[in-house]
Nanobody, 114 residues
Framework: VQLQASGGGLVQAGGSLRLSCAAS????????VGWYRQGPGKQRELVAT???????NYANSVKGRFTISKDNAKNTVYLQMNSLKPEDTAVYYC?????????WGQGTLVTVSS
């Protein structure tokens, strides 16, 4: 299983970015995918998840600002991030849980300037 995260960059506070997580196969249709982030000097934390059936869950810190979605035909999960804040600065990672195994993509850096 290979995951490729992309879409990070530098944005001003209040701006938007869309992250993408592309999989090497049709694995998102039946498995839960998550976006996590790790800010400078912080532990990795959950941002959002989406199940195979499309149910979503968000960290309180991003509710109302971030939206996780997926396109099963494109084997891609997205994280739309709006109203970005400097505290959203982090390396963002996607993962997928298949059975008892968890697979991670490489991170993509999001930097929000004030």
């Amino acid at each position: 299983v290979q995951l490729q995260a992309s879409g990070g960059g530098l944005v001003q506070a209040g701006g938007s970015l869309r992250l993408s997580c592309a999989a090497s196969g049709s694995i998102f249709r039946f498995n839960t995918v998550g976006w996590y982030r790790q800010g400078p000097g912080k532990q990795r934390e959950l941002v959002a998840t989406i199940t195979g059936g499309g149910e979503t869950n968000y960290a309180n810190s991003v509710k109302g600002r971030f939206t996780i979605s997926k396109d099963n035909a494109k084997n891609t999960v997205y994280l739309q991030m709006n109203s970005l804040k400097p505290e959203d600065t982090a390396v963002y990672y996607c993962n997928v849980r298949i059975g008892v195994s968890v697979y991670w993509g490489q991170g993509t850096l999001v930097t929000v300037s004030s």
